[in-house]
């Protein structure tokens, strides 16, 4: 029997739908988007279409979106580039203590180079407080970067509390949309953002295709030079194939969003109960209602996740802490939220899909169930 996968803020398959749209661009459609010819023609003519989708999907203009590598570039576009144009007007950045490493690791990098880097707190529930942002604000901050969801335990941040706060202030305002694209609404304007992160992966689009959401004024400085490709701002001959499955996956994202929201946080809940039914100490980690609606990050209390999960093969999850011979190593993200070590130890991420069915979601909870009891460690 196919093993059950309980991974999707990992990575998604491609959509049937996705694939179809894509099959044409393998063969028949080949040419160099910039080449003046037929060729190049049927190729621009997809790209654009596609940033129209990407474009519906966010509420946006078409010319707003550059087409990226995956969510890493265009979370490095975003703030070296905010940063590096606008550094006669400042070096600050303020970011969270739970962001993806595509955005700790940038702003890592930035603070070798003279930057000044702000990593704000969230609550037990992984959130940034507005109010505690705004005080962080110095006249040297010209970024905010704030991811959208959590990728971990799924929580969402009040980014269009922090956008109004940004506008205030006149700083440029970025959030990571990785996790949250196609799962949740994320339209621009609403958000009051001013850069926004898409990864292809996340919402059933091949892997190593992104966008970058780039509000019309905002400055960048490049990150990739080269000829002038993606209006002058992202060099390098266009990925045609992905760059359509991104617009198609866009598109049936907008289509079908309340219908999967619904479907996944069914089957989000469903494992929840299952657990809770029959065990008694398990900690629910992030908000529990503003929460994407695939996302479940349980913690099993004196279970060690990476055993389990080590030992369970027939569902893919992503555990929460790594435990060694001397030592527990918790996600930073957890360690932020400050959830005890007897749980945090015990911690696993299961996130469910728009294909996940009802009798996977109840083959899962009893293998997990049936592999924790065997595993729990001796009570005090």
């Known amino acids: 029997m196919k093993p059950i996968y309980l991974d999707y803020n990992a990575t998604t398959p491609i959509d049937p739908e996705v694939a179809e749209a894509m099959r044409p661009y393998l063969f028949e459609h080949f040419g160099n988007p910039s080449s003046s010819h037929w060729y190049g023609s049927q190729t621009k003519k997809a790209v654009e279409e596609s940033r129209r989708q990407v474009a519906d999907l966010l509420n946006c203009k078409p010319d707003e979106i550059v087409f990226t590598s995956g969510g890493s570039e265009s979370n490095n576009y975003a703030i070296k580039g905010t940063t590096f144009a606008n550094r006669e007007k400042g070096n600050h950045v303020i970011t969270s203590a739970i962001e993806h490493p595509a955005v700790i690791e940038v702003c890592k990098f930035l603070a070798e180079r003279g930057f000044q880097v702000t990593y704000l707190d969230v609550d037990e529930f992984g959130l940034v407080d507005p109010l505690k942002l705004e005080e962080a604000i110095t006249p040297q901050t010209i970024l905010i970067t704030i991811m959208h969801a959590n990728n971990e335990v799924g929580t969402i941040q009040p980014i269009a509390e922090i956008g109004k706060i940004a506008k205030k202030h006149n700083i440029v305002f970025h959030t990571d949309a990785a996790q949250s694209v196609g799962k949740i609404p994320t339209e621009v304007d609403e958000l009051g953002v001013d850069l926004l992160t898409i990864a292809g992966h996340k919402l059933y689009a091949p892997k190593g295709i992104g966008a970058l959401y780039i509000r019309r004024g905002t400055r960048l400085e490049k990150l990739i030079h080269g000829a002038d490709h993606e209006q002058g701002l992202r060099a390098g001959t266009e990925n045609v194939l992905e760059i359509v499955g ?135």
Request: net charge positive; charged share 30%; with cysteine.
């Open 246 to 380: 991104l617009g198609k996956a866009c598109e049936i994202a907008k289509r079908d969003l309340q219908k999967n929201m619904d479907h996944m946080q069914k089957m989000r809940d469903l494992i929840f109960e299952g657990f809770r039914k029959q065990w008694d100490e398990i900690r629910l980690n992030g908000h529990p209602e503003r929460r994407l609606p695939n996302t479940l990050s349980v913690s099993f209390r004196g279970i060690e996740a990476n055993k389990l999960l080590s030992q369970i093969k027939d569902v893919a999850a992503s555990a929460g802490a790594a435990c060694h011979a001397d030592s527990v190593n918790i996600s930073s993200v957890l360690e932020a939220m400050k959830v005890p070590l007897e749980y945090g130890m015990g911690t696993i991420r299961l996130s469910t899909g728009k294909m996940t069915t009802k009798e996977e979601v109840d083959r899962a909870v009893e293998i997990f169930l049936q592999t924790a009891q065997r595993l729990q460690l001796p009570k005090d």
